[in-house]
């Protein structure tokens, strides 16, 4: 129905291509005639064509596929962390933690009530705040930052690119990359630019090739990577340092989710000249998803714009859910169950590795929650057969941002809450399934 299609301004041109869909006419996945022919159709100039078409996009109306042309866009789902929805298969790929390495905010909860804090007021507990500038400055150093909360770190990323970028301005992300982060990306309608994460962290030749593309701001997980598990070492860190130092002004986001779990040091790409920045740590893993509550460390200009976005009157996050948390970060036997949590996390993700590299998969010792495993074949395949044995596993297409068309060989596995006996048969079923 495209021969619908009217105008002769590329405003007029957007205005009834968005008519058409609204009306049902042109739905998701319609293609749109190519620029040369919609011109021609319409009578007018190529450039006001291209301009049409760009403003579509802009507005996550249509999407560009390339020599496939341009077409209507759809609610592309993507995949969500967590437990799988209706299955009777043993979940191994839901990337939770431990609820029995969870500290007990039962008790801490009798502390946190007080006045009540009203309209108008700080939206950032004081005596929260004091502890992270603490925590965060033991790593930052002397690096001008203030600190804002929000809820979660999906949250902070999301309210971070909203109030730095523009539909379609291009963010690089790692390849393969954390699912909320994919998520956040094509629902804010921002172009993701892949960059190959390696055993050291992102790649210095794939940052410099997004940086070269013209992104706006770049996503990074210092350590325990999302899912490779793959921590910044400080060699790589120093060189991707370096490339970041021509591009001060490219808003630069570490998500540092693992922070008091990880085994690992912290190595930041923040540089002393950088000008746009954010560490994000979220107490999900240690104190619980449910807790839904994030750090962020930013530069004053960036912590100024995210003030706007989390007004006294309408988005703070609760100042009790914030008194709970520095009840919890600042007890005793909450921090010595996160120890303990942390300590279990890697004696079990260690073992498991230890029994994959015994049957001859590929399975290198890393940070997290999940475990990276290389497969001698497509990772899909070898999934169907693990499920004709019980199991539910996430294969690593689900985390690519590369659309090259190759199948992973890559599972991620979620091992930790495991038996032993049960480990020793997911082994099995998995040297099995691979054959």
């Given amino acids: 129905m495209t021969e619908q299609i009217s105008g002769t301004t590329a405003a007029d041109i957007a205005d009834s291509v968005r008519d058409l869909r609204d009306r ?9 005639p190519p620029v040369r ?5 319409l009578g007018v100039n190529r450039n006001t ?41 043993r979940d191994v790929g839901t990337g939770n933690p431990d609820p029995r390495l969870i500290p007990d ?9 007080g006045r009540p804090v009203l309209y108008g007021e700080p939206v950032i ?13 033991s790593d930052l150093g ?14 902070a990323v999301e309210r971070l690119l909203a109030q730095a970028l523009m539909r379609d301005d291009a963010v690089a992300l790692e390849d393969p990359c954390f699912l909320a982060s994919i998520h956040t990306v094509r629902l804010g309608g921002y172009r993701a630019v892949p960059v190959p994460v390696d055993d050291e962290g992102m790649t210095v030749e794939g940052l410099r090739a997004a940086l070269d593309a013209g992104v706006r701001a770049v996503i990074c997980t210092p350590r325990a990577q999302n899912p490779t598990g793959t921590s910044l070492s400080a060699r790589r860190a120093a060189d991707l340092r370096a490339v970041l130092a021509d591009h001060p002004y490219v808003l630069l986001i570490e998500d540092d989710h693992f922070s008091m779990l990880s085994q690992r040091s912290y190595e930041t790409l923040i540089g002393p000249e950088h000008r746009r920045f954010a560490l994000v740590r979220s107490v999900s893993k240690f104190l619980g998803p449910d807790m839904c509550l994030a750090i962020a460390a930013t530069d004053p200009t960036t912590a100024e714009r995210l003030a706007m976005r989390l007004s006294p009157g309408t988005t703070w996050v609760s100042h009790l859910l ?37 049957a001859g998969l590929d399975s290198p010792s890393t940070d997290g929650l999940s475990l990276w495993v290389r497969l001698p074949k497509p990772a899909r395949a070898v999934a169907e057969r693990l499920m004709r044995r019980g199991w539910l596993a996430r294969t690593g ?27 020793k048969t997911l082994v099995a079923d998995l040297v099995a399934a691979t054959r």
Wanted: net charge negative; no cysteine.
């Fill in 24 to 32: 049902g006419v042109l739905g998701a996945g319609s293609p749109l």
């Fill in 37 to 41: 022919e919609l011109a021609a159709m």
């Fill in 49 to 89: 064509a291209v301009a049409a078409y760009r403003q579509l996009a802009q507005a996550g109306l249509v999407v560009s596929r390339g020599r496939a042309g341009t077409v209507i866009a759809g609610h592309e789902s993507v995949p969500q962390e967590g437990f799988a929805a209706d299955t009777v298969l």
């Fill in 105 to 113: 905010p039962t008790a801490a909860l009798a502390t946190v009530a």
């Fill in 125 to 137: 507990d004081r005596g929260l705040e004091a502890w992270a500038r603490e925590w965060i400055t």
């Fill in 142 to 155: 002397d690096t001008d930052f203030r600190i804002t909360v929000t809820s979660g770190a999906v949250d």
């Fill in 322 to 358: 914030q008194r709970l948390t520095l009840a919890q970060l600042t007890d005793a036997d909450a921090l010595a169950r996160i120890t303990t949590a942390r300590e279990h996390y890697a004696a079990r993700n260690e073992a498991f590795a230890g029994r994959l590299r015994d």
């Fill in 397 to 423: 297409d689900e985390f690519a941002l590369d659309d090259r068309g190759e199948p992973s060989q890559h599972l991620r596995l979620t091992v930790h809450d495991l038996s032993d006996e049960d480990a």
